[in-house]
Nanobody, 119 residues
Framework: QVQLEESGGGLVQAGGSLRLSCAAS????????MGWFRQAPGKEREFVAS????????RYADSVKGRFTISRDNAKNTLYLQMNMLKPGDTAVYYC????????????WGQGTQVTVSS
């Protein structure tokens, strides 16, 4: 059974930093492309960042480029999102998601972790 569990969310002041983690189990994590998405109240879920299975390619939403960094530790089956220079507009529930080797889209999702940035 595939499980993705996010942690590391919380309340932070604007300009601060947080690091989110996503622990994966029940999957061959190292073969999955992984990503982070977020959903703010009243808005649709949006893409934040992704990383290929060997970490060679990363992609970011324009809104987070230069501030967020996605990384992974395949030995620990863990995905990370380092978030710096946080803004109130980054307030959302953050989800990690995975693309199995045979799939074309994000198939597995975590339950999410709340990030709140105060001004």
């Amino acid at each position: 059974q595939v499980q993705l569990e996010e942690s590391g969310g919380g309340l932070v002041q604007a300009g601060g930093s947080l690091r989110l983690s996503c622990a994966a189990s029940g999957v061959t994590f190292s073969r999955y492309t992984m990503g982070w998405f977020r959903q703010a109240p009243g808005k649709e879920r949006e893409f934040v960042a992704s990383i290929t299975w060997i970490g060679s390619t990363t992609r970011y939403a324009d809104s987070v480029k230069g501030r967020f960094t996605i990384s992974r530790d395949n030995a620990k089956n863990t995905l990370y999102l380092q978030m710096n220079m946080l803004k109130p507009g980054d307030t959302a529930v953050y989800y990690c998601a995975g693309v199995p080797p045979t799939a074309r889209d994000f198939t597995y999702w975590g339950q999410g972790t709340q990030v709140t940035v105060s001004s």
